[in-house]
């Protein structure tokens, strides 16, 4: 028997579940609730998908089987405050939020409830989000196996142990923006080299995804995979020094750690 699944908020990630979720027919749209404050938000995810909306937080509260919070961090102490009362016993509480603990979460509630923590992404909106998820011990296995479908049908699924939450947002929640600028600058490379824009896009995310592929399905090392592109004294060997020299891989695990630090940072206000 299939759940109702509501959600709390309707920003870009939200849409990329609801997207994901609805898309892979893992779940009927009229067994998912959203609401949000702003209605152009919800009059989109209507059109789109045909879910249930709502700009009631409580009505959502009442329906779920499985609760996603999906408001920023500064809103949830307020936002749980609204619907603490309305949540079942058996009501999975599942949250997006960024640097903030299981242990805060369920202080805002101030009682025993189900709460999973997850860092998913937005390529969730086209089936290759990666999600990380966390929980504290009133989730059963049944909970975690339900929890872990929903996350499934969109990409793929690790659990983690909470301490290492706030470096899975540097490595796979915040990642998708720094590979954007990567595609970018490789097109903007190839534009400075005459070819046209939508070529040059087409070509560099393309090589992105496949090479992401190689990683996923060989099993083999990234540095391995990258030694079997640079040939000796070749175009490829070249461009790998013109990137060291300019701490290509020392920028990329800087931001990394500057995002860790940021989610740390965000979970002690």
Excluded: W
């Amino acid at each position: 028997m299939k759940k109702n699944i509501g959600f709390i908020g309707c920003g870009n990630m939200a849409k990329a579940m609801i997207g994901g979720m609805v898309t892979s027919k893992l779940y009927a749209p009229e067994s998912i609730v959203v609401s949000n404050p702003s209605n152009p938000s919800l009059q989109y995810m209507k059109d789109k998908f045909d879910v249930k909306t709502t700009n009631d937080n409580a009505m959502v509260a009442d329906f779920a089987d499985v609760l996603i919070l999906s408001v920023k961090p500064n809103k949830f102490e307020s936002v749980i405050d609204e619907i603490k009362n309305l949540v079942k016993e058996n009501t999975i509480i599942v949250s997006i939020a960024a640097g903030l603990s299981i242990e805060t979460i369920k202080n805002y509630f101030n009682k025993e409830v189900k709460i999973v923590r997850i860092m998913p992404n937005t390529p969730a909106m086209v089936g290759e989000g990666m999600s990380a998820l966390c929980s504290n011990n009133k989730v059963n296995k049944d909970d975690m196996a339900l929890v872990e479908e929903i996350f499934n049908a969109f990409g793929k699924v690790e659990v983690v142990e909470e301490k290492l939450m706030d470096a899975v947002t540097g490595v796979s929640g915040s990642s998708p923006a720094f590979v954007y600028m990567f595609i970018e600058a490789l097109a903007d490379g190839a534009v400075l080299q005459g070819l046209p824009r939508d070529k040059a896009y087409k070509m560099a995310a393309q090589a992105v995804l496949g090479s992401a592929k190689m990683v996923l399905e060989t099993g083999k090392h990234p540095a391995q995979l990258k030694d079997e592109v640079c040939s000796p004294a070749g175009t490829t060997i070249e461009s790998v020094y013109s990137l060291e020299k300019n701490n290509f891989r020392g920028s990329i695990i800087e931001a990394v750690k500057v995002c860790t630090e940021k989610s740390k940072a965000m979970g002690k206000k």
